[in-house]
């Protein structure tokens, strides 16, 4: 059973960077999607970037400020993020696929880790 398991959540001032880690386990579908996901209190969950063997897609919060990549050897998902802002503060989640980016959809999800960005 795949289990995503993410790291890196940390408090950080406003300007600073943070790298996720997200490690899955015995996901053998490296070339689907993963994607990193993330839920502010009161507000939906909303996609940061994902990433297949074809596509990187990032969505207009994340774009020049957070890299999306993969660690193979690692079996892990990673997201860098800089120059954060008091509005990045979430939820971060993993998440992964048996499928391409496309279709959007994720059966495998983490418990999430805890970003807090301070000014």
């Known amino acids: 059973q795949v289990q995503p398991v993410e790291s890196g959540g940390d408090s950080v001032q406003a300007g600073g960077s943070l790298r996720l880690s997200c490690v899955l386990s015995?996901?053998?579908?490296?070339?689907?999607?993963m994607g990193w996901f993330r839920q502010a209190p009161g507000k939906e969950r909303e996609e940061i970037a994902v990433?297949?063997?074809?596509?990187?897609t990032y969505q207009d919060s994340a774009k020049g400020r957070f890299t999306i990549f993969k660690d193979y050897h690692k079996e892990t998902l990673l997201l860098q993020m800089n120059n954060l802002k008091v509005e990045d503060t979430a939820m971060y989640y993993c998440a992964a696929s048996r499928d391409y980016c496309w279709t959007r959809q994720f059966g495998y999800w983490g418990q999430g880790t805890q970003v807090t960005v301070f000014s």
């Open positions: 015995g996901y053998i579908y490296t070339k689907f999607c």
């Open positions: 990433i297949d063997a074809d596509t990187t």
